[in-house]
């Protein structure tokens, strides 16, 4: 009987725990389809900004024979130091959301450490600040709370700070890396070159049909003002990303956790009827062979 109830206790642990892990899907399900709302309208913003971009570099690199003279376009093909900036999550459950992160990270890290580059880390999300604490890893920056709420002004401030240090000379390049959402059930990890801007990824080489006009005087001014806006932007839509992928990732997680947890309490249940089975049979067995005993 000891054993029965064991089993019992068991199944009704499952059980509940099965409950949690639905209601934790059921939470998920609902912040998704409210960040993927966000990040559908920030991603235009993003795509017009980058626009603008093009058209005011492209004008200034028909105007200079010898291309864009400007800070943030600088070009790095030997970069002596780079800083790159990292945004996991702040929790866990889900999946391996937060470890791929991490191994692109370590897998950059180790590349650039070979070629005698220095790097500095700058995190964003408890569990990277944990993971490389707990290795013995130095971070340069970090910041907990804005992956899992992100704020506007926040990643600003967070960004900005980091580009002073490459207009300053302290950096050659900053590198932003995030696991970000594709869709309902697929993540990728992104890494984007924040500084200097690359333009191979610019449509610097089309014909512009803009009507737009920029004064020569004020072409650095109004791209320098652009550029910083872009850099603060990238920041932000790319925490919106990254916790759209959380949401979809532990959306799925706690989705085969609670199909494992009804597997297993058909398992224990199957278990408990044939433990229940042996027990009545022994009883039965017992009580024929006392009988028998007794003519």
Known sequence: MAN???IKRKIGSVKNTQKTTNAMKLVSSAKLKRTEELAKRSRVYAAKLTELIEEIAQKMQQSNAEGIDNVFFKDVSDP????IVFITADKGLCGGFNS????RVNHLLAEYKAKDVKVRLRAVGRKGIDYFKFNNVELSDE??????????????????????SYVNGETDKIILIHN????????????DQILPVDTSELELDSVSTSELEIEPDDDDTLLDALVKRYIEYTMYYSLIDSLAAEHSARMQAMDAATTNAKEMVKDLTVKYNKARQEAITTELI???SGVESMK
């Open 180 to 191: 970000g959402y594709v869709n309902i059930i697929t993540q990728e990890i992104k890494e």
């Open 143 to 164: 910041i907990v709370g804005l992956s899992a709420a992100p704020d506007f002004k926040q990643a600003a401030e967070f960004i900005s700070e980091v580009a002073s």
């Open 80 to 83: 002596k130091s780079v800083d």
């Open 286 to 288: 017992e009580i024929i």
């Open 100 to 103: 791929q992160t991490i191994k």
């Open 4 to 6: 029965l109830k064991e």
